[in-house]
Every structure is written in structure tokens, then in C-alpha cells.
């Protein structure tokens, strides 16, 4: 079953759900900027999110330096973004 890339009107009903994210500047992408208290609690976060994707099969791409992480998520068999994206930002947001 493909993987579909959102519509540019279905991207952005699902970006004005998810305040915390932006939209990369070339569109094909979402990203936000968590902080945490610690290394330890940014840590916890980024495994919960782990053990998500996993299940998932859906990945994201971030970057962590002690109590931030820097998520972007994109979808590669599509070209862009798709529901999993929302979706895996949607649970983050419920954790974060």
C-alpha cells in the first residue's frame, strides 16, 4: 500500500492543529523544538517516541544536546509529508 504525500490544503488544516510545529522551508517537512528540564527527562521522551515509531514504522529525524531536542518529520516514501507525520507529531505533542 503507498504511502500518500498531503495535499497542500491538508497540510496546512493539520499545521494549524499543531501549533509547536513549522513547516520546513521547503515543504516537505515539519519541525519543532522541544526543551526539557534535563538531560535525563529529554532522554526519557526521546525513548517513549522510540518505542512509538517502532510500532509505527515510522521514524523521526532529530537531534538532541542535553535538555533540547530537535524533531523533523517527513515522510520519504512519499516525497514529503503524510498522515504519519501528523499522526507521529500528534503523540508527541501528547507527551511532550
Known amino acids: 500500500m503507498a504511502i500518500v504525500r498531503l495535499t497542500d490544503a491538508q497540510r496546512d488544516a493539520a499545521l494549524a492543529e499543531l501549533p509547536r510545529w513549522n513547516l520546513r522551508a521547503d515543504g516537505l517537512a515539519i519541525e519543532a523544538e522541544l526543551k526539557f528540564g534535563d538531560f535525563n527527562e529529554a ?36 516525497d514529503g509529508l503524510s498522515e504519519r507525520d501528523v499522526a507521529m507529531a500528534r503523540f508527541i505533542d501528547s507527551i511532550a
Open 43 to 78: 532522554f526519557g521522551f526521546m525513548t517513549r517516541v522510540a518505542i512509538y515509531a517502532d510500532k509505527a514504522d515510522h521514524h523521526p529525524e532529530w537531534f538532541n544536546v542535553y535538555s533540547t531536542v530537535r524533531v523533523t518529520l517527513t515522510t520519504h516514501d512519499a
